[in-house]
């Protein structure tokens, strides 16, 4: 995340609150996945911040695998987290076909970014306010994975007819394409920070599915009496 340890440590904090106000409203099993990523935005955020004392204060030298935890999340996790999470709050059988296949991509795209964070591992740099994730590698797919990524983590989001899931969408792709134009050196990190701010629209969309199971149910209730 850019700007200080401090901040990293405090927007993990703010997100555990959110994840837990938001875990609050599950109410059935297929909703627990995407609920829990603000909480897991709030780890990947706390571990930013120990990336920034690792790379800061020689004591914390024993933090040297902050920034691989910090990977682990943004590149290997979300790819698959994302479409599994949103193909189990889907309702529509069509839809959720479709949404199976991201779930394949997903898995191919985490294995890829796996099998190079194992390869060449990551040297971070602290470059103003900013965390630089360099990673050396001599592979040609690089471009074709950052596509890949992105059908993996946005198209599910868009194809979802679950409601205000276009608006997290859009609000996530924004993000993506501010930190593109202004930060394209910092992605992972900027990209992140500004993606788990987008998590309080989760808890709206929760709260939406609740709402919705909660009429279908009383629907159904009517109709059989």
């Not at 200080?4 to 609150?17: D, E, H, I, M, Y």
Request: hydrophobic share 55%; glycine share 4%; net charge positive.
């Amino acid at each position: 995340m850019c700007f200080s340890t401090g901040a990293s440590f405090c927007a993990s904090a703010v997100l555990s609150a959110i994840g837990v106000a938001v875990l609050k409203k599950v109410k059935a099993p297929h909703q627990i996945l995407f609920a829990s990523i603000p909480l897991i935005f709030a780890v990947q955020q706390f571990s930013e911040g120990f990336v920034w004392l690792y790379l800061s204060n020689p004591v914390f030298a024993w933090a040297k695998a902050s920034p691989y935890l910090f990977l682990i999340f943004a590149q290997i996790i979300w790819p698959l987290w994302v479409p599994v999470s949103v193909t189990l709050l889907e309702t529509d059988v069509k839809r959720k076909r479709i949404l199976a296949l991201f779930i394949g991509l997903g898995m191919l795209v985490s294995a890829y970014f796996a099998h190079r964070l194992w390869m060449v591992g990551v040297l971070p740099k602290i470059n103003g306010h900013h965390v630089n994730y360099k990673q050396i590698y001599t592979d040609s797919l690089n471009h074709v994975a950052d596509i890949l990524y992105g059908s993996a983590t946005l198209v599910p989001i868009f194809l979802s007819k679950i409601k205000r899931m276009w608006t997290f969408g859009l609000a996530v792709l924004i993000a993506y394409l501010v930190t593109y134009i202004f930060y394209v050196n910092y992605i992972l990190s900027v990209w992140c920070f500004f993606s788990a701010i987008m998590s309080v629209l989760i808890y709206l969309i929760i709260r939406g599915v609740e709402i919705n199971e909660n009429k279908v149910a009383n629907y159904k209730l009517l109709n059989y009496f």
